[in-house]
C-alpha cells in the first residue's frame, strides 16, 4: 500500500487510474484546482484544492507521499511548472515521479530518465505517452505501474 499524490486527475484516464489505485488499497491524495472535477469519493481519497504551479500547494500536499503522479488532459500541455514539483518532491524526499501525457499519434510508450536534484539525490521520473483516442490504460499499464512500485521497496526513504 502506497501513498500517491495525483495531480489534476480528472477525465476518463484520471478517473481509471484513481479507479485503479484505490483499488489496489492505496491512500491517493488529489490536488486539483476544482474538487468537483473528481468523479469519486472514497475513504482513502482525499482531495486537496490547489493549483499544481504553486509551491506552497505541492509542498502541503507532497507531505506524506511516497511518489507523485502528474497527469496531463491536452496533447499541448507543457510540463512547464516543473521545477516548482521537481523542488517539492526533494523537500519532501519523494524519489518517484509519473507523468502521464496524451499524444495525438503514436503508439504506448514508456520511458524514463534520472534527474539529480541539488538536495535530493535521484528523482526517476517515468513518462507514459499514449494515444489521445485511447479510452482506458491497456493492462500493460498497470503491470508497469506495479512494477514501479515493486521497485520502490517496501517504505518511505526520508534520508
Partial sequence: MRSILILEPIGKMGSSLLHYLL????????????????????PKLEVLQGEQVAYRALIRAMEGQELVIVCFQKTNADFGHQQNVLDAMAINHIRVLIVLKPVKSGH???????????????ITVYLYAYPVVLEDFN???????????????????SS
Fill in 23 to 42: 483499488e489496489q488499497e492505496h491512500w491517493v491524495t488529489a490536488l486539483v484546482k476544482k474538487p468537483s472535477m473528481v468523479p469519486i469519493q472514497h
Fill in 108 to 122: 504506448i510508450e514508456w520511458s524514463n530518465v534520472e534527474i539529480v536534484q541539488w538536495n535530493n539525490p535521484k
Fill in 139 to 157: 493492462p500493460e499499464f498497470f503491470t508497469k505501474l506495479q512494477a514501479i512500485f515493486n521497485s520502490m521497496g517496501t517504505h518511505l526513504d
